[in-house]
Structures are given as structure tokens and as C-alpha cells.
């Protein structure tokens, strides 16, 4: 299947900072990338849409000035989460959409990236 | 009512065992379908498409009903290795992706 990045994988960071983490696809071409976070035992929630060359949609409760998202090309999406406090620490996970020949799509999730704010 | 959902289990089965998980949807207009398979503190992988005539693939088999709005997941012959949250994702009109829950399963020798 296709293959998406994640960059960092895992980052610590003091309460305040603003973390910036990438979304790519590596081997396709992604207009449209998707933001979840994931809590302990809790199913992923969409928290945005990130279409290319586009303003992000974000989902109902997300604050969009505290979870910036770009997606400057069909392969980079990245979400900054600005000022970050403690609970924010989560896992958030990328995904992009493929688009198959028969027109399905189908999600290529990143590895995640784990991030703790102490 | 939840847009897409599942029984959260766990599913405590023998190896061995042949074990099936159900997924309900409420957007009669959903396009397509899929089954998800996620590792503890791992990504969700891509386990199989559901297409309306069903589909199967070694052990696992996914079927489809429009009619009464659900999908399966049927695993035969479980193993060890099976032991995961199984996501069940719905896309709907917009192609934006709804997820379950999840259906913890656990297979033990």
C-alpha cells in the first residue's frame, strides 16, 4: 500500500513551546490530508481536513488558531500545535487520501506522532 | 445516534476460534467502506476494503449490507497475532472518514 511519513515521532516539550509536526506522502500525491488525535484508549478523532492550497476545515471544538495546519503541496501537510500545554499531550496521526483507478479512496495513516508537554 | 458504531468489546477468544465483529452506520449515502487494524500506541493499517459483494482475503472476510446498514468482519482460524483493536471507517458522501470506536479482540492460547 502507499506509504505516509511522520515526523517526529515522539517529542517532549515545556508548556508553552509550539511544536511542529510533518505529514508526507511519500510514493502518491495527497490533495487531501487529514489531522486526528487519539487519547489513551479512545478512538481517533478527526480534528481536521487539510486540503492543498487551502484553508484546513477543522472539526467542531478544534481551535484553529492553536492547531495551525498548511498543506503547501500534494505531499506535505504540517500542523503546528502553537503554545502547547499539558493537556494537549496526546498521539496525533496523519492520514492521506488515495485515490485508486476505480475511484475509491482509501486512507494511509502515518506512524503517529506522540507528544507529551510536561 | 453515533455515525458508525461498534461493539468495544473485548472479544476474548481461543486460538483457533472463527470470532465476527459488526459495524453499524447511520448515512444511508456512505460511499465506501473499510476495515482498520490498530496495535496498541501503533497507526491505524489498512486491513481490508468492504465492496458490496463482499470480500475476502486468507482467514478475514468482509461483507456488506446497504439495506440494513452494516458491515462484518469475520476472522477465521484466529492466531495470536490477531490480537488488536479492529476500526471499523465509513466514508461518506464528502469522503471524509467516520470512525468507529473500535472492537478490541484478544486471542489467547
Known amino acids: 500500500g502507499a506509504v505516509v511519513s511522520q515526523h517526529p515521532s515522539w517529542v517532549i516539550c515545556k508548556s508553552g513551546t509550539s511544536v511542529k509536526i510533518e505529514c508526507r506522502s511519500l510514493d502518491f500525491q495527497a490533495t487531501t490530508m487529514f489531522w486526528y488525535r487519539q487519547f489513551p484508549k479512545q478512538s481517533l478523532m478527526l480534528m481536521a481536513t487539510?486540503?492543498?492550497?487551502?484553508?484546513?476545515?477543522?472539526e467542531q471544538g478544534v481551535e484553529k488558531d492553536k492547531f495551525l495546519i498548511n498543506h503547501a503541496s500534494l505531499t506535505l501537510s504540517t500542523l503546528t500545535v502553537t503554545s502547547a500545554h499539558p493537556e494537549d499531550s496526546s498521539f496525533y496521526i496523519c492520514?492521506?487520501?488515495?485515490?485508486?483507478?476505480?475511484?475509491?479512496?482509501?486512507?494511509?495513516f502515518g506512524p503517529g506522532t506522540r507528544l507529551t508537554v510536561l | 445516534r453515533k455515525e458508525v458504531e461498534q461493539d468495544p468489546g473485548p472479544f476474548n477468544v481461543p486460538e483457533g476460534a472463527t470470532v465476527a465483529f459488526n459495524c453499524t452506520y447511520s448515512?444511508?449515502?456512505?460511499?465506501?467502506f473499510f476495515w482498520y487494524r490498530q496495535d496498541c500506541r501503533k497507526e491505524p493499517k489498512l486491513l481490508m476494503s468492504?465492496?458490496?459483494s463482499g470480500n475476502e482475503d486468507g482467514r478475514f472476510t468482509a461483507q456488506l449490507n446497504r439495506a440494513s446498514q452494516y458491515i462484518s468482519l469475520l476472522i477465521r482460524d484466529s492466531k495470536l497475532s490477531d490480537s488488536a483493536t479492529y476500526l471499523c471507517?465509513?466514508?461518506?458522501?464528502?469522503?471524509?472518514?467516520?470512525f468507529g470506536r473500535g472492537t478490541s479482540l484478544i486471542v489467547h492460547p
Open positions: 492520514s492521506a487520501r488515495s485515490q485508486s483507478r476505480d475511484s475509491t479512496d482509501t486512507q494511509y
Open positions: 448515512n444511508s449515502a456512505s460511499q465506501s
Open positions: 487539510s486540503n492543498e492550497g487551502s484553508k484546513a476545515t477543522y
Open positions: 471507517v465509513v466514508n461518506g458522501g464528502s469522503y471524509i472518514p467516520t
Open positions: 468492504v465492496y458490496s
